[in-house]
């Protein structure tokens, strides 16, 4: 009678192409995540209504109330922050800042015979003092994404 061995490892022979060892990458552990405080959800959220300054919609029936109020509470927020800012831009600067005033100065720099440079150097000035407000920075956006850039 045979005395019986145990069994031969079966012998795994690589495959052409392929690597022989497959390393295992080691992850680095993942940083704990800080809970949201109050006013990391209201940043986030004022800079998703910042995001969006269209003419306003009336916020939908059927949105939770508690969330209703408390994007009104934020809008109210950012319109007080914005008005202040202008508010301040307006001290500092010698006219008012209506956005009318802007088209006036604009359309004068325009019609005017000052030589080229001189036109475009006083027009940047004037886009610069538009664009220190939150909206001014918006319609400046608009109004260079139309614009030929040759006469900018």
Same mark, same amino acid.
């Given at each position: 009678?045979?005395?019986?061995? %145990?069994? *031969? @490892?079966?012998?795994?022979?690589? %495959? =052409?192409?392929? @690597?022989?060892?497959?390393?295992? *990458?080691?992850?680095?552990?993942?940083? =704990?995540?800080? =809970?949201?405080?109050?006013? $990391?959800?209201?940043?986030? +959220?004022?800079?998703?209504? #910042?995001?969006?300054?269209?003419?306003?919609? @009336?916020?939908?029936? #059927?949105?939770? =109330?508690?969330?209703? &109020?408390?994007? &009104?509470?934020?809008? *109210?927020?950012? %319109?007080?922050? #914005?008005?202040? #800012?202008?508010?301040?831009?307006?001290?500092?600067?010698?006219?008012?800042?209506? +956005? $009318?005033?802007?088209?006036?100065?604009?359309?004068? +720099?325009?019609? &005017?015979?000052?030589?080229?440079?001189?036109?475009?150097?006083?027009?940047? *000035?004037?886009?610069?003092?538009?664009?220190?407000?939150?909206?001014?920075?918006?319609?400046?956006?608009?109004?260079?994404?139309?614009?030929?850039?040759?006469?900018?």
């Amino acid at each position: 009678m045979a005395v019986r061995t %145990a069994p *031969k @490892p079966i012998k795994v022979t690589k %495959a =052409p192409g392929r @690597p022989k060892k497959v390393t295992v *990458k080691k992850t680095l552990p993942a940083k =704990p995540v800080q =809970p949201k405080t109050a006013q $990391d959800k209201d940043r986030e +959220l004022a800079g998703r209504i #910042n995001k969006h300054l269209t003419p306003k919609k @009336p916020l939908s029936a #059927n949105r939770a =109330p508690e969330k209703r &109020e408390r994007i &009104e509470e934020v809008r *109210k927020k950012l %319109a007080k922050a #914005n008005a202040k #800012n202008a508010l301040l831009i307006e001290a500092s600067t010698s006219d008012s800042l209506t +956005l $009318d005033a802007y088209r006036k100065e604009a359309k004068a +720099l325009r019609s &005017e015979n000052a030589d080229y440079a001189q036109r475009i150097e006083d027009y940047r *000035k004037l886009v610069a003092k538009v664009e220190r407000t939150l909206i001014g920075r918006v319609l400046v956006r608009r109004a260079k994404r139309h614009m030929v850039w040759g006469r900018w």
